[in-house]
Structures are given as C-alpha cells and as structure tokens.
C-alpha cells in the first residue's frame, strides 16, 4: 500500500534560518508528488508539484522540493523562512488519489 | 471560476443527529474526493466519486457514512447517527478528468458532534 512519512512532526525556527522539511514515500510506480500548506484555520493550499521532468521543482513562496527517485525522497526547503510561513505543510502522493503525510508544524519566531 | 465550494463551513450536531456536507467542485471537474482531517492527524482519504459513479470507497467507515456525487448538484457527504468521535474537518476536492487530485480543494467544513 502506498504511504508518505513525514519525520519532523514540529520544527521551530527563527526568521533567516534555512527549512527543510523530509518527506519519503513507498511506492514502486510513477507517482505524482505534492506539498500543500495549511495556515491556521484555512484550507490546503498548494506549494508545489512534481510529475516529471526536472526533479527540482519551484514552488510558490520561495519554496522548492528536491525529487530524489532513488531515495524515494521529496524534501521540501526553503533558504529563508519568514514569521509567515508559520504553517503546517503536508507532503502527498498521488496515484489515483492523494495519500497525505502526517503534516509537520512549522513555528517561526520573529 | 469560483474555487472548491463547501458547506456549510461549521456545523453542529448532536449524538444521534444527521449530518450533511456539501461539496460544489470546480466549473469543468467531474471528480470529487473526499478526506477527513483529525485533530493532530494529517488527512485521511475517504471516497473518490465521479458523477453518479463511486470509484473507490476504501477510506469510508463502513457504517453511517455514505456519499454520493449525482449528474445534477454538488457531491454530498452524508453522515448518520452522528458521534463524538466523528468530529474533524472534512475537506472536499475536485480535479479535471485524468489529471488526478492535484491543487484544488474546498476551505473544509469543521463539524462539531456535541
């Protein structure tokens, strides 16, 4: 069955620090890969996808994920977070339906 | 084009009540997908419907909880004999055919089951 793990569940950060957020999946076939945000009290949005090409992918908001196929990896990063990128972000797979990490919590402290 | 539609954003229910959910995808969308997000958990996949169609269920708790997407309306998410356990927020989603879930999701209904 497919599944994406998230391994940080809640990073704290100061405003200038560098992100990266893990995220691996387990699936042996084409995937289609996703980050969304979630601010507080709001609904999904999308940062950012892959579904082929270049593995490096540009997002909205500075933000960028590495696909690394060998790995079964698509961290997520950032170089500078800003207060407003306190969130929490899901990282997602997609075959015939998305299939959500657990979401990790990001706190960024002015 | 008006994003995900759903409604109501609240709702409260009592033990034993009904509640109804409401979807509207995207103009041009003929899937529907529906996820359940609990408290400190990430989003759980439900249902996958097409119009009048029901193409995968595996997410769904066999009993009480029903969907349906009909050719005219928006997709309803249907829950019976409500209990505590099943507040959370339900999020709906909606993509083009053949592209599968991508960006497009509704803000959420919170339901509250008091």
């Known amino acids: 069955a497919q599944s994406v793990s998230q391994h940080n569940h809640h990073v704290i950060l100061s405003e200038a620090a560098s992100l990266e957020l893990g995220c691996n999946y387990s699936?042996?076939?084409?995937?289609?890969l996703f980050w969304y945000v979630q601010y507080p009290g709001q609904h999904l949005q999308l940062l950012l996808k892959?579904?082929?090409?270049?593995?490096l992918v540009k997002g909205i908001k500075g933000f960028e994920a590495e696909f690394i196929k060998s790995k079964f990896s698509f961290n997520l990063r950032k170089p500078s977070v800003q207060w407003s990128d306190t969130a929490e972000y899901f990282c997602?797979?997609?075959?015939?339906?998305?299939?959500f990490g657990t979401g990790t919590r990001l706190q960024v402290f002015p | 084009n008006a994003g995900v539609m759903q409604n109501p954003r609240h709702l409260v229910r009592r033990r034993g009540q009904e509640a109804r959910l409401r979807c509207s995808p995207m103009?041009?969308?003929?899937?529907v997908y529906w996820y359940r997000q609990l408290p400190e958990e990430g989003l759980k996949f439900m249902v996958y419907?097409?119009?009048?169609?029901?193409?995968?269920e595996s997410g769904m708790p066999k009993e009480r909880f029903s969907a349906e997407f009909p050719k005219e309306g928006p997709s309803i998410l249907r829950i019976q004999q409500v209990v505590r356990g099943d507040s959370a927020a339900y999020f709906c989603?909606?993509?083009?055919?053949?592209?599968?879930?991508?960006?497009?999701f509704g803000q959420g209904t919170r339901l509250t089951v008091v």
């Open positions: 103009k041009g969308h003929s899937h």
């Open positions: 997602a797979v997609n075959t015939d339906k998305l299939i």
């Open positions: 699936y042996g076939g084409t995937v289609n």
């Open positions: 989603a909606s993509s083009p055919e053949g592209q599968g879930v991508g960006a497009f």
């Open positions: 892959y579904f082929s090409g270049d593995p």
């Open positions: 419907l097409q119009k009048e169609n029901i193409i995968d």
